[in-house]
């Protein structure tokens, strides 16, 4: 069935810069029609959502802590989602997971695909 792999994660120092992917298959679908979103949850919080990228692109949304800092893309082709994280700090802590989703339309369930997360740790 379908599947998202996130990697990319790890440690790195207050400041520095990390990329995460999100690899897809098992779609029904062609990637591109799926909306994008990045989440993150560290431990004892809620989930937040991080940023998201429509299906056709070119609507780009980012939390307002990360705003700045981080940028989303996508590789249709490939089958790619990316998350490009700078000046990292301390309160970016947490696992962060890849979300695909797709409206089926009224009287069928949405598609709402997740991974299964990547450790991001920003000591203080």
């Known amino acids: 069935q379908v599947q998202l792999v996130e990697s990319g994660g790890g440690l790195v120092q207050p400041g520095g810069s990390l990329g995460l992917s999100c690899t897809a298959s098992g779609l029904n679908y062609l990637f591109s029609s799926y909306d994008i979103y990045w989440f993150r949850q560290a431990p004892g919080k809620e989930r937040e959502r991080v940023a998201s990228?429509?299906?056709?692109?070119?609507?780009?949304n980012y939390l307002d802590s990360v705003k700045g800092r981080f940028t989303v893309a996508r590789d249709n082709v490939k089958n790619f989602a990316y998350l490009r994280m700078s000046n990292l700090k301390p309160e970016d802590t947490a696992v962060y997971y890849c979300?695909?989703?797709?409206?089926?339309?009224?009287?069928?369930?949405?598609?709402?695909?997740w991974g299964q997360g990547t450790q991001v740790t920003i000591p203080s």
């Open positions: 990228l429509f299906s056709r692109g070119g609507n780009e």
């Open positions: 979300n695909v989703w797709k409206d089926n339309g009224i009287g069928y369930a949405s598609s709402d695909y």
